[in-house]
């Protein structure tokens, strides 16, 4: 078995609707774009920087589909090599890659004022399986019901208006 010690941890918004795809042998692959800011820019503006986190099988199907462009998203997970390739105006660009180990909502997201506590979050290592009966018996979710957890992509924050480069 493979041991991989390149591990990040990321806080953004989506640029688009995940996307769910099957592979030739019936995997699923879900891939979401991330937008984070960082304050690298020149005069120490925010520049952003894209995430393409890769999510295989179904290990947070009912996280997913909550999520929709805008959504604020916590993504922990195992990152790759960068790869360059040249945009549609054929500037160099880098693709970041992460393959999710764990993944939830922000507390610092658009729909603000969310407590940990209500945070519905899974993770593909030792801990228990999302839906578990570690989770708030009161509702499958973790706390949130269908439209307060839908509603996360929408209220008050940032919007990434950059275009997707992939």
């Given amino acids: 078995m493979e041991v991989s010690v390149n591990f ?36 120490g503006e925010d520049i952003t920087i894209w995430w393409r986190v890769t999510v295989w099988g179904e290990q947070f199907d009912k996280m997913v589909t909550f999520l929709k462009k805008g959504s604020s998203v916590m993504v922990y997970g195992d990152v790759h090599k960068p790869e360059i390739f040249t945009d549609r105006e054929g500037k160099p660009q880098v693709s970041l890659d992460i393959t999710a180990v764990h993944l939830e909502f922000s507390p610092f997201g658009k729909s603000g004022g969310q407590s940990s506590q209500q945070q519905v979050s899974h993770s593909a290592g030792p801990t228990a399986p999302f839906g578990s009966s570690q989770e708030t018996a009161a509702s499958p979710y973790g706390g949130y019901s269908p439209s307060n957890v839908a509603g996360t992509a929408q209220g008050k924050g940032e919007t990434f208006d950059d275009e997707v480069p992939f």
């Fill in 8 to 43: 990040i941890h990321i806080a953004g918004n989506l640029g688009a609707d995940p996307e769910v795809r099957f592979t030739s042998s019936g995997k699923k692959v879900t891939t979401m774009k991330v937008a984070t800011r960082s304050r690298r820019g020149k005069g």
